[in-house]
């Protein structure tokens, strides 16, 4: 029907005409009470905020010389992240001094680490150096959950 006539009904009936798709050829437009129109729109828009889940990212850390069983025992706790679709940072932090000649045990450790989640995590970042040399160093590795097909 043409803009009037819409108009017009849309005035006997004491609502509003709400362009819902301006684009369509010929535009679609409902008459409706625009506040209650607006509402149920932003309600909709909360409704699709709180279903997409935001990956949040878990840290774990590790030190230089760690045992197998500790590091056994934070990889439980990586694999649970994991497994509720987070992302796991895994770091190996403050890498001081001297400690800064055995940076390659450090990085083996994250390389084991990543093998071993290889069947339920992607490798999104490789075990990479960073920091100051010889002050403050760190190993940096995230692994992601495998996308599901």
């Known amino acids: 029907m043409s803009y009037s006539q819409a108009m017009r009904l849309a005035d006997e009936k004491e609502l ?7 684009t369509a050829n010929p535009p679609v437009a409902r008459i409706t009470d625009y506040g209650k129109f607006k509402f149920d729109a932003i309600r909709r828009e ?3 905020k709180k279903a997409s889940k935001q990956a949040k990212i878990k840290e774990i850390q590790l030190s230089l010389n760690i045992q197998e069983n500790e590091v056994a025992f934070k990889m ?5 992240f994991i497994e509720d679709g987070n992302k796991v940072k895994v770091a190996i932090n403050r890498i001081r001094g001297r400690a800064t ?21 992607d490798l999104e970042t490789p075990p990479t150096k ?5 002050r403050n160093m760190n190993i940096i590795m995230i692994l992601a959950p495998k996308k599901k097909k």
Do not use: C
């Open 16 to 22: 509003d005409l709400v362009l819902i798709s301006p």
């Open 46 to 48: 909360k409704e699709q």
């Open 76 to 80: 439980k706790a990586a694999r649970g």
């Open 101 to 121: 000649m055995n940076i390659d045990k450090g990085i083996a450790t994250l390389t084991k680490v990543a093998a071993d989640f290889a069947d339920i995590a």
């Open 130 to 134: 960073g920091g100051v040399p010889g």
